[in-house]
């Protein structure tokens, strides 16, 4: 089944490369035809995002419409097709032009349609439960995370064409405790100790995506986003879901609580920073990525008290005065053990760019509310 999946890709590719050639170029030698449908083969991508109905998923997708050029592992190519994948769609149409809408669990699509992945030349797979709903749920981050990307990474390691993986990974999957702290500094020589649920299973699929590439099998990318702020939409089940809600609701004139204290540094990544590194880790050569499968993205280092300045900056004193202060343990304790401070040498010799500083996000997202 999975062989003539991939014939059938393969002769399809073949016949829209052929018959874009002769509209360009006419009637070519043979020895021209066959050199230039190979050259042609070989600039045109299939691309399939999971997670694609989320927020950062839909912001990817919007940057690589059918017929755009995308690079993908050092070289430019066409997006040919674009498949986006989630368990809830809300709006078919709101994908960029000429995409595919497929939606079911992930897990469960695999399982029914392999055609859909083992097709794919680069797969970004942003699908995720959230950290607060893994820690309330153990089932459900197993199953969404863990079980759903090991089918995926599978599926994926049968195709005869090595596919491109770029996986959304996580700052979580370092994490500290009384007796054993992080080091001042994390950086990508840090041994990974996850607090949490979400950051083990994240790891988890770090390591077994890390070994289908080892094996040939695929060309996977690891990309530890920090938490992304400020997003829009209302509060999800996220543990560090505060750390858009105390800017993104005071901003639209809506009261919210700041679970921790002022003093706590985390370290963020705006929306655009974290779309640029998603993209960057797909666009990136392997000999520029080396060995390593994992890195962390640059981010923001800033403390929930400049946050909170931030947004008095921007909004005014009456909107941060919308912001209350009463500690909630079991948040504190999840993102208490997260790094508050990330060095990215290695990605910045990938090529991947700094951040913004929050200000500028806070003024971003500011933009977009009415009356603004």
């Excluded at 990817?60 to 809830?88: I, K, Y």
């Excluded at 996977?220 to 939409?233: D, F, I, N, Q, W």
Aim: charged letters at 20%; hydrophobic letters at 45%; a negative charge.
């Amino acid at each position: 089944m999975s062989r003539q999946l991939r014939a059938d890709h393969a002769v399809a590719k073949a016949l829209a490369a052929l018959q874009s050639l002769l509209a360009a170029t006419g009637w070519p030698t043979v020895k021209e035809l066959i050199c230039n449908v190979e050259e042609a083969l070989a600039a045109m991508a299939n691309i399939l995002i999971t997670g694609a109905n989320g927020f950062l998923g839909s912001r990817l997708a919007a940057t690589m419409p059918v017929g755009s050029t995308v690079r993908l592992n050092g070289r430019d190519e066409m997006v040919e097709r674009l498949v986006l994948v989630d368990h809830l769609v809300t709006d078919k149409a709101a994908g960029p032009d000429g995409a595919e809408w497929v939606e079911g669990d992930l897990g469960t699509l695999i399982a029914a349609q392999p055609g859909l992945f083992l097709s794919a030349d680069a797969v970004f797979h942003l699908a995720s439960a959230t950290s607060g709903e893994c820690e309330a749920e153990l089932d459900l981050g197993i199953n969404a995370n863990l079980l759903a990307g090991v089918a995926l990474g599978r599926c994926l390691a049968s195709a005869a064409h090595r596919p491109l993986l770029v996986f959304s990974s996580t700052i979580a999957i370092y994490g500290g405790t009384p007796e054993a702290p992080l080091p001042p500094v994390v950086d990508d020589t840090t041994h990974p100790t996850p607090q949490n649920s979400y950051g083990s299973q994240k790891l988890m699929l770090e390591a077994f995506f890390a070994d289908l590439s080892r094996r040939g099998l695929i060309t996977a990318r690891s990309l530890r986003l920090m938490t992304v702020s400020v997003r829009p939409g209302r509060p999800n089940g996220a543990a560090s879901s505060f750390l858009s809600g105390m800017i993104r609701e005071p901003l639209q004139g809506e009261n919210t609580n700041v679970p921790v204290g002022p003093e706590l540094q985390v370290v963020l990544n705006s929306p655009d920073g974290a779309v640029a590194g998603l993209r960057h880790a797909g666009a990136a050569s392997d000999d520029v990525w080396g060995g390593p499968r994992g890195v962390n993205l640059p981010g923001i280092s800033v403390t929930v008290g400049e946050m909170a300045a931030a947004l008095a900056a921007v909004g005014g004193a009456d909107v941060a005065a919308r912001l209350s202060w009463e500690r909630d343990e079991t948040i504190e304790r999840i993102v208490t053990s997260w790094p508050a401070e990330v060095a990215s040498e290695r990605a910045a010799g990938i090529g991947f760019a700094a951040d913004k500083p929050f200000i500028e996000a806070v003024r971003d997202f500011a933009a977009t509310v009415d009356g603004r």
